[in-house]
């Protein structure tokens, strides 16, 4: 049997087995699965007498889970993270491999330091050791925020996804996401009754204050489609609001 009619086969086979009753897995390709990924290094602080001992350690989409650095900086984190199944993953059962950032955040006397950590790839159960990092001092990003067709801008909520940097805004529409790590971000922005802006990459340097662009919030008007009524007549063209 030639190498290509194995192949073939094999696939066939695997197939056939994932869509036989009793044999079906409960998950299927394309769909989103729940994993643990575990992940140790050993954090330092640039330029400063900070010591890492007690940073705080989580992975981007799961601020809730984190970690304690200890007395020499080294940590040892696990969280749950959804990743997609591939095909491949779904039929044969490998490993998928998940690729997460980290985020570390330190609270010294004076100044904030921290860092973020992209593009970790994490493969199964097994630690996945990132070596040493090093925290800089944390940046801040000054958000503008307003309600299209208002005065009073207060209450809207303006964060980063995936993680704990959160605030709302005053009169003014204004707010302040202070002790953010050097690196590129997204801002969304959420109030009820209004769409869901959202900004990318945001660049936020140690030391400095990033003004993104100015964020309007407007008035959701839920899906837009059609109401059929008396045989086909268009009734409507929209939700009213």
């Known amino acids: 049997m030639t190498r290509t009619k194995s192949l073939l086969w094999l696939s066939s086979l695997l197939l056939s087995l994932a869509l036989t009753p009793g044999c079906a897995k409960k998950t ?109 001092e944390t940046g801040s990003i000054a958000v503008s925020a307003q309600i299209y067709g208002k005065t009073d801008h207060t209450g809207i909520l303006v964060y980063i996804p995936g993680t704990s940097f959160s605030g709302r805004t005053d009169a003014a529409g204004k707010v302040t996401l202070s002790g953010v790590p050097k690196g590129k971000w997204k801002l969304r922005a959420e109030l009820t009754g209004y769409k869901t802006p959202e900004l990318a990459n945001i660049t936020v340097l140690a030391g400095k204050t990033t003004t993104p662009d100015l964020i309007y919030m407007l008035i959701d008007t839920g899906v837009v489609g059609y109401a059929l009524m008396n045989g086909g007549a268009t009734y409507s063209t929209s939700k009213t609001v």
């Open 28 to 136: 299927t390709a394309g769909t989103s699965t729940t994993t643990t990924v575990n992940i140790k290094g050993v954090l330092a602080v640039d330029g400063s007498a900070a010591t890492p001992e007690g940073s705080t350690v989580y992975v981007l989409g799961n601020p809730d889970q984190k970690a304690t650095a200890a007395a020499d900086g080294s940590f040892s984190i696990a969280a749950a993270v959804t990743t997609t199944l591939s095909s491949f993953a779904f039929l044969t059962g490998a490993s998928t491999t998940t690729t997460v950032t980290l985020i570390a955040l330190k609270d010294a006397t004076s100044k904030k330091y921290g860092l973020q950590k992209t593009d970790i790839a994490v493969k199964g159960s097994a630690a996945t050791d990132v070596g040493s990092l090093t925290m800089e």
